[in-house]
């Protein structure tokens, strides 16, 4: 590709974590199914990442390609029915989150790991007040009185910028903007004083410049472990030392975040590059669109799904699912022509 | 019944980089941790089936009405015989007779061709009139649609029932006179109805497009305001149609509506408080009442999940359901007010 | 603070309402046909010219009408509300003698819808699509298109005439009891509170199947309610993220459950106060019940202006003021509403 990456890739992200350590979160050949009126949608296959402590991995895909579905799955918040998680392990911090009984379950959320969400405004309880909401998890994990909750939720509503915490610890979600909500959320997630943080495309509600700075606050919590899952390259490239992309409920492609940018090796990766708008590039004003549609999920194809979509699909790959596979150092990708390529090159 | 995630769903058009367009999500995937109720779990009755159920009843009972002459040897009213009175259902008289001797079977089936009617021409009086009124407040605004409104809010907060019955006394016990007083009661549901639908459709893009373009007003609110102001006033003119039918039984059975020897459900139930060890003299009266207001019911509540766009794409967001079962019980009285 | 000043707001909006009510009820009740005043003073009376002059002079009956309504205000300040033609009494004071057992059977008949719609709707919303569901929503369904008059009939017909385990329609109490001592006007009460258990007893088997009939509407409707409100509640976003902060299972249902889901239905219970004293007027007429409601079907069949009048304020005010406090006490629950969204 001749072109530079979108938007600059901001802090280097030059802590790249060295092979070899233990990861803090990792998800492994994790499989969710979904029953609807139509019959068993396969929403998750298969799905394993990791996640080294203070690294951020971003999860990107198009909406419905299961990135949440995963996240809410491995932490065991997906209601069943309609769902079922039907395999697969989650480690967090070396606990398997599918061994714990549902009250050390609650032990481990909001401690150990815990959860940012998209719509602040929705996800928070309407009839609490805010500073309630940031503090209940805590409560319990520590025992904490109601009185030194309440200035721990005033404490972290000033780490993440709130101002006249004070007053705010004590109004409704409704009160606050969508920006302070939002930070408001990212204190009630950090409150506990978690390793990892999942955020579930916390930015998308957000207008551009308020999505900027939740993302400077996001990379001043420099230890934290963070799975970052959206749909904005942007973003990303900004924000993930690794990025993991997914398609039709499965990860296609994974490696460090310059890689998948410069590197791309899924024909899918580089058509969702290609669809990307740049300003700085006349050439391409348009937002290209991939042809075709993502198959559908109740009746997916034995080979590669993105086939029907493909530039460079070849017989093979109607067959059977390719891996994820070594096509770079700690660069997979899952399709057999980059495969080649990589045996080759 | 889950329903799936809309195209488009996630793609957030200030997203500056959003990779799904609209149209490139997949179908059958419904991934996000809420997921909308169906039709069913939000207090309708069952969609289509209910629907197909409630337009059977009607459709039969309408039927009823236009035939009953042909095929029952018996007059509701003439055909009384003293020695066969207070017989039980069976042999010759399917429902028994009543005190009079007369074919409950034969009364209570003559009775559709009161209680359709009196509903129907009822629920279209309030219509038309509470229509017009709101229309007019809705267009005019000011001091004409302020005052429209308080005469129609202080109308709403008595109990219908109450002021029927008013009413009904006032004017004298008939079935002319239920239509009256039922219509005199609620109208102003119709005119708070089409008041609103007036005042936010007149703000559409399309209206405003028609009036630039020099559209009069009167041509404005034919072509471009009322057709889309009319759909739940469909959908509530219909479920009123067993709401009246209901009222209009309840004024009988004190005995301000139709009298006897009429051959009305209500005045029939009121016929048989008196005559309480004969059970068939109210039961079938009574099923009657309640088959043709369950009916109404469905229909409306099918028509109102068709039409209803609000319905259709509500989310997560808190007061779907309850909001509309609000509205659809006080159907604008005191639950309005407090949603 | 927000709530004081949403309570003040509100009851301030419902007094142009009230005064309108009386407006309305008012000129309904003088275009009344019949000659009041024959029937009033009596067959003697009626014909007698000085005691009907002295009549009309008092109510001001031969000036125009609102000039007669601001005789009526003045009248109805001091708790004078005219003469009824029925009973030859002062209307205040049938209402004052009819209202508290309309009073105890609207109160009887929430417990009942209350209770049992929250219960069989919660039951709905945990078994959603299992068989309880379907039961309830059954329920649910008839209940909101059966006529009143007739469930308190084919009632009456079971469990009275049929079973024998429950009084027929003779009003608040059997033949062999006396009302207890005048408290409240609610027999159940008076004789709790005096220790008259007998009495009490037989006053609450005479309430359950009126009560019953009356609260089905809104048995009916609350657990409609209960069900789709617990399971909007059950499936909205806030619980999930209350359980990824791993909050205990009680903190869920206490705080993020409940509260959520009860809010609106305990506030459509407080509007049914309202429905209820309409709904009084027919089953009062069935059960023989001595309330306001048959008071106010008498009077009307007899058309008793004064005495239609009283009653239609009455029940209009009571209807204005209780949906006004319901809005507060719904912004007292609620945030949103207290603060403005």
Redesign the interface.
């Known amino acids: 590709m001749s072109t530079t990456p979108?938007l600059t890739t901001g802090a280097e992200p030059a802590t790249q974590t060295p092979l070899g350590v233990k990861p803090i979160f990792e998800v492994d050949d994790l499989q969710v199914e979904?029953?609807?009126?139509?019959?068993v949608?396969k929403?998750v296959n298969h799905v394993g990442f990791s996640v080294a402590p203070g690294e951020c991995l971003a999860i990107?895909?198009?909406?419905?390609?299961?990135?949440?579905?995963t996240l809410?799955a491995a932490?065991r918040?997906?209601?069943t029915p309609?769902s079922r998680t039907t395999g697969g392990r989650v480690l967090v911090d070396g606990v398997d989150l599918f061994s714990l009984s549902?009250k050390e379950?609650?032990?481990?959320?909001?401690?150990d790991i815990?959860?940012v969400?998209?719509?602040s405004l929705?996800?928070?309880?309407?009839?609490?007040t805010i500073g309630r909401?940031i503090s209940?998890?805590v409560r319990?994990?520590r025992g904490l009185s109601k009185k030194a909750a309440r200035a721990l939720s005033i404490e972290m509503l000033e780490r993440v910028g709130v101002p006249d915490p004070q007053q705010r610890v004590d109004q409704?979600p409704?009160?606050l903007s969508g920006g302070m909500r939002q930070r408001a959320?990212i204190a009630?997630?950090l409150a506990?004083e978690p390793k990892v943080l999942i955020a579930d495309?916390p930015t998308?509600?957000l207008?551009?410049t308020v999505q900027a700075q939740i993302l400077e606050l996001v990379r001043s919590f420099q230890d934290l472990s963070i799975v970052w899952v959206s749909?904005?390259?942007?973003v990303v490239a900004g924000l993930a030392d690794r990025v993991a992309v997914m398609y039709?409920?499965s990860i296609i492609e994974q490696g460090p975040v310059r890689d998948i940018f410069h590197d791309a090796r899924h024909p899918y990766t580089r058509a969702?590059l290609g669809?990307?708008?740049r300003l700085r590039d006349p050439e391409r004003g348009d937002?290209v669109?991939?042809p075709g549609?993502?198959?559908?999920?109740?009746?997916l194809p034995p080979g590669c799904p993105f086939y029907a979509r493909c530039g460079v699909r070849e017989d093979r790959c109607l067959s059977r699912m390719p891996e994820l596979v070594d096509v770079a150092p700690r660069h997979q990708a899952a399709c057999f022509v980059a495969a080649d390529e990589a045996r080759t090159a | 019944m889950t329903d799936m995630e809309r195209p488009g769903d996630a793609t957030d058009p200030t997203s500056p980089v959003a990779l799904a367009g609209p149209g490139e999500t997949m179908s059958g995937a419904p991934v996000t941790p809420t997921f909308a109720l169906s039709k069913a779990d939000r207090g309708g009755g069952g969609g289509r089936l209910a629907f197909n159920i409630g337009v059977t009843l009607v459709l039969l009972w309408v039927v009823i009405a236009i035939t009953i002459p042909w095929w029952t040897p018996f007059d509701p009213v003439t055909d009384q015989d003293l020695q066969g009175r207070l017989a039980g259902p069976g042999g010759e008289h399917w429902f028994g007779t009543d005190n009079l001797g007369r074919d409950v079977f034969a009364r209570v089936m003559y009775g559709a061709r009161l209680s359709l009617p009196i509903a129907l021409v009822t629920v279209a009086v309030s219509v038309a009139i509470g229509c017009l009124i709101g229309a007019v407040a809705g267009f005019l605004g000011g001091i004409a649609d302020e005052v429209i409104m308080r005469i129609s809010d202080i109308v709403l907060s008595f109990p219908a029932i109450v002021l029927a019955l008013a009413i009904a006394a006032a004017l004298g016990p008939s079935t002319t006179n239920v239509v009256i007083s039922i219509a005199a009661v609620t109208w102003p549901e119709y005119t708070r109805l089409m008041r609103g639908q007036v005042l936010s459709i007149r703000n559409n893009l399309h209206v405003l497009a028609a009036q630039s373009i020099g559209c009069s007003r009167a041509r404005v609110f034919r072509v471009h305001v009322l057709p889309f102001g009319l759909q739940p006033i469909l959908v509530k003119a219909t479920v009123d149609l067993g709401m009246v039918i209901l009222l209009a039984a309840g004024l009988s059975f004190i005995g301000v509506g139709a009298v006897p020897p009429t051959p009305e459900w209500g005045a029939m139930v009121s016929e048989a408080q008196s005559r309480i060890d004969s059970w068939w003299l109210g039961l079938f009266p009574g099923l009657a009442i309640l088959s043709m207001v369950l009916a109404f019911n469905f229909i409306g509540d099918a028509m109102r999940d068709r039409f209803d766009p609000q319905m259709r794409t509500q989310r997560g967001k808190g007061g779907g359901a309850m909001s509309r079962i609000l509205r659809r019980t006080f159907l604008g009285r005191a639950g309005e007010r407090a949603a | 603070m927000g709530l004081v000043r949403f309570a003040a707001r509100r009851l301030l909006l419902a007094l142009p309402t009230l005064l309108g009510l009386l407006v309305v009820a008012f000129v309904l009740a003088n275009y009344l046909p019949g000659d009041p005043l024959a029937r009033l003073l009596g067959d003697v009376g009626g014909s007698d010219p000085v005691a009907r002059a002295a009549y009309e002079k008092e109510w001001g009956l031969d000036a125009p009408i609102y000039e007669r309504f601001w005789v009526y205000l003045q009248h109805l300040v001091t708790g004078d509300m005219g003469q009824s033609t029925l009973t030859r009494r002062g209307v205040a004071d049938d209402l004052l003698e009819f209202f508290p057992a309309t009073v105890e059977l609207a109160l009887a008949a929430i417990v009942v819808a209350g209770v049992l719609g929250l219960v069989l709707g919660s039951v709905a919303a945990f078994y959603h699509n299992k068989w309880p569901d379907l039961v309830v929503r059954t329920i649910a369904l008839v209940a909101s298109g059966v006529p009143v008059f007739w469930l308190g009939i084919i009632g009456l017909q079971v469990f009275y005439l049929r079973f024998d385990v429950l009084p027929g329609p003779e009003g608040r109490l059997g033949r062999d009891f006396e009302p207890p001592t005048h408290i409240t006007g609610l027999y159940t009460f008076d004789a709790l509170v005096t220790g008259d258990f007998g009495t009490m007893w037989d006053a609450m088997r005479h309430l359950l199947l009126p009560a019953f009939v009356l609260g089905s509407f809104f048995l009916g409707l609350l657990a409609r309610m209960t069900r789709a409100s617990m399971l909007e509640v059950l499936r909205a976003p806030h619980l999930v993220t209350a359980r990824s902060k791993g909050v205990s299972a009680r903190t869920l249902l206490q705080y993020h459950i409940l509260p959520n889901a009860l809010i609106p239905t305990v506030t459509v219970l407080g509007l049914a106060i309202g429905g209820l004293l309409a709904g009084a007027v027919l089953t009062e007429t069935v059960f023989s019940w001595p309330g306001i409601g048959r008071y106010a079907v008498d009077a009307a069949k007899a058309l008793d202006y004064q005495a239609i009048l009283g009653v239609t304020v009455l029940i209009g005010a009571v209807y204005v003021i209780t949906n006004a406090v319901v809005d507060i006490v719904y912004a007292a629950l609620d945030p949103r509403i207290r603060l403005g969204e």
């Open positions: 979108p979904f029953r609807t009126s139509a019959g949608a929403a990107v895909g198009e909406s419905g390609s299961g990135k949440t579905a809410l932490l918040l997906l209601p309609p549902r379950l609650r032990d481990v959320l909001g401690r815990s959860m969400f998209q719509d929705s996800a928070f309880n309407p009839i609490l909401q209940e998890g319990r994990h409704y409704h009160q959320m009630m997630a506990g495309e998308t509600a207008d551009v749909h904005d390259l942007g039709a409920g969702l669809s990307v708008p937002l669109s991939i549609l993502p198959p559908s999920l109740v009746d």
